[in-house]
């Protein structure tokens, strides 16, 4: 598995080779890369459908770390990866007929496969680690593709919001695999499923729960973290259908789906996902009908499908988890067509406003029978695939285990949603074909069949299953929700359940569905409605912050990096001052070691009153010259207080310097102006205070450090052997030349290049304009 | 004597630091090396000080018989004052060059982005 994954992803690069000037023609083929990948897939259906057992394909990476490159095929992966394949097939195969005007597609055909193969790593990793590495690939991936159109200012908006959420929550859910790793000893999915009370019943269960949690609500786009989805609509259309019918935002519910026999057993984790999937599938399906663009419609109600798998999952009952994974199917199936059709409309009549299509089945009769598919199995009309889902969801809403309020509350929830479901799949599945067809529509030309084919399979597909439902129930689902719910089941899919409450319940949801549907006309004024909740909206909260923090950054940054080095040295002094000092006073015991001190001469004393003076005129002057001679004063007397103290040589080096220093000085910066006045007292005056205290900080250091005698056993190793070893009465250059002989020589070469610095600098050729001397 | 050294260190510690305050290149440079004087004298002071007894071997002898000052310390001075004339040869001619193409002294007037030379 490991070697079609890779080859995935080197297909991906791959594609840029391809100019779509000379290689237009390709894409038309390039298709076969995720049907051969759909195919190889099949190839293992008959093991996983007949063992119970996962199919584990070894390879190691980092044993030491405990990650390993394993993948494992088992009927969820397979569920998810069918549908990444399969339905990636019909979306390579539209858009290269949607794109082929597009001078980017290869770059298109790129992040598609790169995508693809991402989320095929995510759905079949068996090590955590591996497959957050696929996770983050995806955010990354959808990145570009969600911003592909990169000259519009919305489209880069919305995929950084998206990347943005996504990466945060996939950060959030390393620290949840990693915490996992840490409490069960392991990161391969497979061994956590043998021992799944490891985690539940650790103290750490909670945190581990709520940020796995968070990289997939965040992913899915559960609330309040839904408003990237709706973003995400400014990709091209076949980016949409494919990220949000079958793989980006289904993502999320294959981690809660894959960690449900895993750490499910907690009532916090079936409360949490039924709260959050309950919201979100309410407030979906409520303003999706509010739109007017049929990609805003399609968007709201995939977050409120969403919501409904999230809401099953916490659930929670064999029953929820069977329907979860029949529903996930669903969606995908009727979704992707819905928003393939809006892509061929798009195409045709350059818009997708509701308040303005109508009529277009006159022209594109197969789309519209498409369309019309779909949105009957996204109502749950009878005979579609939909139906059996909507059926199952009615059937675990209404289950003998809940308390009659329970009961009401979830049906009530359930109901609802569906209903206005029913309106949203209405209004973008079949408005756009029926009615009177206006003028301006009149000379659109019939969509090519690259472009009606894949819907057409897709809602084919949703007709099938609805009456043959036990074709795919005996394949897929029964095996995927074996995984999920961790046991076998007893669950089947069937066309007649009976005459029963549910299926008053679901002739109730159409009935009303289809009378809101004729309600409700498309138009600014209904957008208009929910500009209020704009103020509240959670993005608008996120924005807030987002933009407080560049402001703390901004401000930060100026005050902290403000381009003036002196400020920089002024905060480090003043750090140094407040820590040191801090520590020094704290801790260390001020004292003064009067037994060692050496008194002084009055010749010492001398010298000494002459440096200080120096000092102070260097620091006081406004001219240049005297400061240079304080500064060679200065260098003298240091020279003597070398004598006074057994240093000849360093009192003679000291003494050459300085001489050629001052000389360098004078002749060099003799012709520049005097100092000039730049400060004024007050600046002076904190300058003074903060090197003051600096000066007497590293005084009381200096008096601290003279308490404890210095090690003398290096100085004393040198002094007995340098004749012994070195043959040399001069310890001092003993040490330069033969103890520490390498360091002079790198010395010399440092010296070499400060020359050759000096000489080129000096014979740089002025420019024009520049003052030469 | 250790007195007046630790006095003297502060002071050119001081006296460094307020230096590479102001805002003339020329006083950032006279700064650094006030700042290395005082270095040097707290490195000499930390070998210790031993009065005019410079770490020589007598002629006729091969071993030191009386006391000696610390020869380490004056090593590692010794290479200090070196490097640090390298840093002042260079700093210098670049402060003439960067004054001979800006006709500043001032470090702020240096501190523009793109500056059109």
Same mark, same amino acid.
Request: proline residues 3%; aromatic residues 16%; glycine residues 8%.
């Given at each position: 598995m490991l070697l079609p994954i890779i080859i995935t992803f080197l297909l991906a690069f791959l594609m840029l080779l391809l100019k779509p000037q000379k290689f237009l023609r390709f894409f038309k083929i390039i298709c076969v890369i995720p049907f051969l990948f759909f195919l190889y897939l099949l190839s293992y259906l008959p093991s996983i459908h007949k063992g119970t057992t996962a199919i584990i394909f070894r390879n190691e990476w980092i044993p030491s770390l405990g990650i390993s490159l394993d993948f494992k095929i088992d009927g969820l992966s397979m569920l998810f990866a069918l549908m990444i394949t399969?339905?990636?097939?019909?979306?390579?195969?539209?858009?290269?007929?949607?794109?082929?005007?597009?001078?980017?597609?290869?770059?298109?055909y790129c992040y598609l496969t790169l995508?693809?193969?991402?989320?095929? %790593?995510?759905?079949?990793?068996?090590?955590?680690?591996?497959?957050?590495?696929?996770?983050?690939?995806?955010?990354?991936?959808?990145?570009?593709?969600?911003?592909?159109?990169?000259?519009?200012?919305?489209?880069? &908006?919305?995929?950084?919001?998206?990347?943005?959420?996504?990466?945060?929550?996939?950060?959030?859910?390393?620290?949840?695999?990693?915490?996992?790793?840490?409490?069960?000893?392991?990161?391969?999915?497979?061994?956590?499923?043998?021992?799944?009370?490891?985690? +539940?019943?650790?103290?750490?269960?909670?945190?581990?729960?709520?940020?796995?949690?968070?990289?997939?609500?965040?992913?899915?786009?559960?609330?309040?973290?839904?408003?990237?989805?709706?973003?995400?609509?400014?990709?091209?259309?076949?980016?949409?259908?494919?990220?949000?019918?079958?793989t980006m935002v289904k993502a999320g519910i294959y981690i809660l789906a894959r960690f449900t026999p895993i750490l499910s057993g907690d009532d916090v984790?079936?409360?949490?996902?039924?709260?959050?999937? %309950?919201?979100?599938?309410?407030?979906?399906?409520?303003?999706?009908?509010?739109?007017?663009?049929? &990609?805003?419609?399609?968007?709201?109600?995939?977050?409120?499908?969403?919501?409904?798998?999230?809401?099953?999952?916490?659930? %929670?009952?064999?029953?929820?988890?069977?329907?979860?994974?029949?529903?996930?199917?669903?969606?995908?199936?009727?979704?992707?067509?819905?928003?393939?059709?809006?892509?061929?409309?798009?195409?045709?009549?350059?818009?997708?406003?509701?308040?303005?299509?109508?009529?277009?089945?006159?022209?594109?009769?197969?789309?519209?029978?498409?369309?019309?598919?779909?949105?009957l199995s996204s109502a749950g009309i009878p005979l579609t695939f939909g139906f059996l889902s909507k059926e199952l969801i009615y059937g675990v809403t209404t289950d003998t285990i809940w308390t009659q309020e329970t009961l009401i509350l979830l049906t009530t929830i359930a109901l609802i949603t569906n209903v206005f479901l029913t309106a949203s799949g209405f209004l973008a599945g079949i408005r756009p074909f029926v009615g009177k067809l206006p003028k301006e529509f009149q000379k659109i030309k019939k969509p090519s069949v690259f472009l009606w084919l894949s819907p057409v399979l897709l809602s084919t597909g949703t007709l099938v299953f609805g009456l043959f439902p036990s074709v795919i129930d005996q394949t897929i689902i029964q095996s995927a929700a074996r995984n999920v719910i961790g046991s076998t089941t007893e669950m089947y899919l069937s066309l007649w359940h009976g005459f029963n409450l549910v299926l008053i319940l679901s002739m109730v949801t159409i009935a009303t569905g289809i009378i809101l549907y004729f309600l409700i006309k498309p138009s600014n004024k209904n957008e208009g409605r929910l500009k209020g909740l704009h103020? +509240?909206?959670?993005?608008?909260?996120?924005?807030?912050?987002?933009? %407080?923090?560049?402001?703390?950054?901004?401000?930060?940054?100026?005050?902290?990096?403000?381009?003036?080095?002196?400020?920089?040295?002024?905060?480090?002094?003043?750090?140094?001052?407040g820590i040191i000092g801090y520590k020094l006073f704290a801790d260390v015991p001020l004292r003064v070691?009067?037994?060692?001190?050496?008194?002084?001469?009055?010749?010492?004393?001398?010298?000494?009153?002459?440096?200080?003076i120096a000092i102070y005129f260097i620091t006081s002057t406004t001219s240049r010259l005297t400061s240079i001679a304080a500064l060679g004063?200065?260098?003298?007397?240091?020279?003597?207080?070398?004598?006074?103290?057994?240093?000849?040589?360093l009192a003679m080096t000291q003494f050459a310097i300085d001489t050629l220093t001052v000389v360098l000085f004078v002749l060099v910066l003799f012709k520049l102006p005097p100092f000039l006045k730049f400060t004024n007292k007050k600046i002076q005056f904190r300058d003074g205070v903060i090197s003051v205290s600096f000066g007497i900080l590293i005084a009381l250091i200096t008096l601290q450090a003279l308490v404890s005698p210095a090690d003398k056993s290096v100085s004393k190793f040198y002094a007995d052997n340098a004749y012994i070893l070195a043959k040399g009465k001069n310890v001092v250059n003993v040490i330069l030349v033969d103890y520490r002989g390498f360091d002079t020589m790198i010395e010399t070469i440092v010296l070499g290049i400060a020359a050759i610095g000096v000489y080129s600098i000096l014979k740089y050729k002025t420019q024009d304009g520049e003052k030469s001397e | 004597m250790e007195l007046l050294l630790v006095i003297l260190v502060g002071?050119?510690?001081? =006296?460094?630091?307020?230096?590479?305050?102001?805002?003339?290149?020329?006083?950032?440079?006279?700064?650094?090396?006030?700042?290395?004087?005082?270095?040097?004298?707290?490195?000499?002071?930390?070998?210790?000080?031993?009065?005019?007894?410079?770490?020589?071997?007598?002629?006729?002898?091969?071993?030191?018989?009386?006391?000696? =000052?610390?020869?380490?310390?004056?090593?590692?001075?010794?290479?200090?004052?070196?490097?640090?004339?390298?840093?002042? =040869?260079? =700093?210098?001619?670049?402060?003439?060059?960067?004054?001979?193409?800006?006709?500043?002294?001032?470090?702020?007037?240096?501190?523009?982005?793109?500056?059109?030379?």
């Open positions: 399969g339905i990636g097939t019909l979306i390579y195969f539209y858009a290269s007929e949607y794109l082929k005007r597009d001078e980017n597609i290869h770059r298109f995508f693809m193969a991402a989320m095929l %790593g995510v759905v079949l990793s068996d090590n955590l680690i591996t497959l957050f590495v696929f996770w983050e690939l995806t955010s990354i991936s959808s990145f570009f593709l969600i911003g592909y159109n990169t000259t519009q200012e919305d489209s880069r &908006k919305s995929a950084l919001w998206a990347l943005s959420l996504t990466s945060l929550g996939g950060f959030l859910m390393l620290a949840s695999f990693a915490l996992i790793g840490i409490v069960a000893g392991t990161f391969s999915l497979n061994e956590l499923l043998l021992y799944p009370d490891v985690l +539940v019943n650790n103290e750490y269960y909670y945190i581990i729960i709520f940020l796995l949690f968070a990289g997939a609500f965040t992913k899915s786009a559960q609330f309040p973290f839904h408003f990237w989805l709706p973003g995400a609509m400014k990709a091209p259309t076949p980016v949409s259908a494919y990220l949000h019918s079958a984790w079936n409360y949490t996902l039924m709260i959050v999937g %309950g919201i979100t599938m309410f407030m979906g399906a409520v303003l999706s009908v509010f739109y007017k663009d049929m &990609k805003s419609v399609l968007a709201y109600s995939t977050i409120s499908a969403l919501g409904i798998i999230v809401f099953l999952l916490g659930i %929670g009952t064999q029953t929820a988890l069977y329907a979860a994974c029949t529903f996930i199917l669903v969606h995908a199936l009727y979704k992707a067509t819905l928003f393939l059709i809006t892509g061929i409309v798009d195409h045709a009549a350059h818009t997708r406003d509701l308040s303005i299509l109508k009529g277009l089945g006159k022209i594109m009769p197969i789309v519209a029978v498409a369309g019309f598919i779909a949105a103020e +509240v909206a959670p993005q608008t909260l996120l924005t807030n912050i987002a933009l %407080g923090i560049r402001w703390f950054a901004f401000r930060y940054t100026r005050f902290f990096h403000n381009g003036y080095l002196r400020v920089y040295i002024m905060f480090i002094i003043i750090f140094f001052i070691n009067t037994e060692d001190l050496s008194a002084f001469r009055i010749y010492e004393f001398i010298v000494f009153v002459i440096t200080i004063v200065i260098g003298y007397s240091i020279c003597l207080i070398f004598v006074f103290y057994g240093a000849p040589d | 002071a050119f510690y001081s =006296a460094g630091v307020y230096m590479m305050f102001r805002r003339s290149m020329v006083k950032l440079l006279l700064g650094l090396l006030l700042l290395g004087n005082g270095a040097n004298i707290l490195i000499f002071l930390m070998g210790g000080l031993t009065k005019g007894k410079a770490p020589i071997i007598k002629p006729e002898n091969s071993k030191f018989i009386e006391i000696y =000052a610390d020869p380490v310390p004056q090593a590692l001075i010794l290479t200090a004052i070196v490097i640090s004339f390298a840093l002042t =040869a260079f =700093a210098i001619v670049l402060l003439k060059r960067v004054y001979a193409t800006t006709g500043s002294d001032d470090l702020d007037s240096l501190n523009i982005q793109d500056l059109d030379i």
